[in-house]
């Protein structure tokens, strides 16, 4: 089956650590994104990657970091210099960045206690 | 940047209602794609429509690019149309792929 997946489903962290959030596809699309949901929201681009070993910060970096060594692959690092980490985090790719559709995975839930 | 704007923010249907939603967004765009978000999370692909009328079933959508909106149509509603309706852009140069969300239309279909 073609998809994307995320995992965990639900990640809880304590204050100051770092947690990783796995996205994969095997659409054999080029792009992929990482979008963060607040409550009531629309969702705000984190990163993207528009090619293996390539990735640019979107509107909101601060506090994440990321990584593309493999094309269907684009994992999440939140990092404890994010400073309200708690949101729905929603990876997406497409067949190459700009003017094409995009698609999610189903997503993850993170919680800082 | 290019800001979107949707409309209504909240609708309340009795099944079987028609309803239009709509999306302004304030300049150009490469990219318009109408999402619904499920109860889990999970954001449906509805349409990919810069421009021009699609229609899937009972929904439908038109973008009119030169007057800068798009109108997501859905007929005859189903308790299952419950959720919330995104409209996202991608504008601009740069090519990055970049969607804006609007805050988004928080559709309840009563039966």
């Known amino acids: 089956d073609g998809g994307i997946t995320q995992s965990p489903k639900y990640l809880f962290r304590k204050e100051g650590q770092n947690v990783t959030l796995s996205c994969e596809q095997n659409l054999n699309h080029d792009a992929m994104y990482w979008y963060r949901q607040d409550p009531g929201q629309g969702l705000r681009l984190i990163y993207y990657?528009?090619?293996?070993?390539?990735?640019q910060k979107g509107d909101i970096a601060e506090g994440y970091s990321v990584s593309r060594e493999k094309k269907e692959s684009f994992p999440l690092t939140v990092t404890s210099a994010q400073k309200n980490p708690t949101a729905f985090y929603l990876c997406?790719?497409?067949?190459?960045?700009?003017?094409?559709?995009?698609?999610f995975g189903p997503g993850t839930r993170l919680t800082v206690l | 940047g290019i800001q979107v704007e949707q409309s209504p923010p909240d609708l309340i249907l009795q099944e079987g209602a028609n309803s239009t939603l709509r999306c302004n967004f304030s300049?150009?765009?490469?990219?318009l794609q109408w999402f619904h978000q499920n109860p889990w999370g999970q954001l449906i692909n509805l349409f990919y429509?810069?421009?021009g009328t699609k229609q899937n079933g009972r929904l439908s959508a038109t973008t009119v690019a030169t007057e800068r909106y798009s109108l997501l149509y859905i007929s005859s509603s189903q308790t299952t149309d419950s959720g919330v309706y995104f409209c996202?852009?991608?504008?601009?140069?740069?090519?990055?792929?970049?969607?804006?969300f609007g805050q988004g239309t928080t559709l309840q279909v009563k039966p």
């Open positions: 300049d150009s765009v490469n990219n």
């Open positions: 990657s528009q090619i293996v070993n390539d990735f």
């Open positions: 429509i810069p421009s």
């Open positions: 996202a852009v991608e504008g601009g140069s740069g090519n990055t792929g970049k969607l804006i």
């Open positions: 997406a790719s497409s067949i190459r960045s700009s003017y094409n559709e995009q698609f």
